[in-house]
């Protein structure tokens, strides 16, 4: 079936419709399509390792802050 032949038919059916229902027939343009995400980079091994790392020397300095902390 070619798009022509499928408005043809759908033209049909709505008129049908019309004349034996007393309806309305309402029609929608189509919807445009969703735009794309941005594009994010995935942590590879290495910014893993990189991050834990860093995470582990804020996590020694704050070690260091409280036991100095704790002796004044």
Do not use: C, H, N
């Not at 049908?16 to 309305?24: A, F, L, N, Q, T």
């Not at 994010?40 to 070690?63: G, V």
């Amino acid at each position: 079936m070619t798009k022509d032949e499928l408005r043809a038919e759908l033209e049909r059916q709505a008129q049908r419709y019309k004349d034996v229902y007393g309806g309305e027939v309402i029609t929608y343009a189509a919807q445009p399509d969703p735009d794309r995400k941005p594009w994010r980079k995935r942590p590879s091994l290495l910014d893993q390792a990189f991050d834990k790392e860093i995470e582990k020397i804020e996590k020694e300095r704050q070690d260091k802050k409280e036991a100095a902390s704790e002796y004044d």
